[in-house]
């Protein structure tokens, strides 16, 4: 993640992420205007919380994130794959990549 359309793919990643939970959980989304201030904290938090987008034709379909831990215990969190993506290898490969 070094340039600004990096981010702006994170952030159209991370929509995808909060519409589909809130359709599995029968809620209205979040405002869009949240996924840009949540996908922004993860940027400032950035390089300590490294984020991590993946792609796979040239599209963002994939995001992870991870954090260097102590005494080889680290941090991992949010992953989320597009469905139209899923069972392509995108979750193993962002887990991989990340736990490296």
Request: glycine content about 8%; charged content about 30%; hydrophobic content about 45%.
């Given at each position: 993640?070094?340039?600004?359309?990096?981010?702006?793919?994170?952030?159209?990643?991370?929509?995808?992420?909060?519409?589909?939970?809130?359709?599995?959980?029968?809620?209205?989304?979040?405002?869009?205007?949240?996924?840009?201030?949540?996908?922004?904290?993860?940027?400032?938090?950035?390089?300590?919380?490294?984020?991590?987008?993946?792609?796979?034709?040239?599209?963002?379909?994939?995001?992870?994130?991870?954090?260097?831990?102590?005494?080889?215990?680290?941090?991992?969190?949010?992953?989320?794959?597009?469905?139209v993506?899923?069972?392509?290898g995108?979750?193993?490969?962002?887990?991989?990549?990340?736990?490296?």
């Amino acid at each position: 993640m070094v340039s600004d359309d990096d981010w702006a793919a994170m952030v159209a990643v991370t929509r995808l992420d909060h519409l589909e939970e809130a359709a599995k959980e029968g809620r209205e989304p979040w405002p869009e205007a949240l996924t840009e201030q949540m996908v922004g904290h993860k940027r400032r938090k950035a390089p300590e919380m490294q984020p991590w987008l993946a792609r796979l034709d040239d599209r963002p379909v994939g995001m992870f994130s991870s954090m260097p831990g102590v005494d080889g215990i680290g941090l991992v969190e949010d992953l989320f794959v597009d469905p139209v993506a899923r069972g392509r290898g995108v979750a193993q490969a962002l887990i991989a990549h990340a736990t490296a």
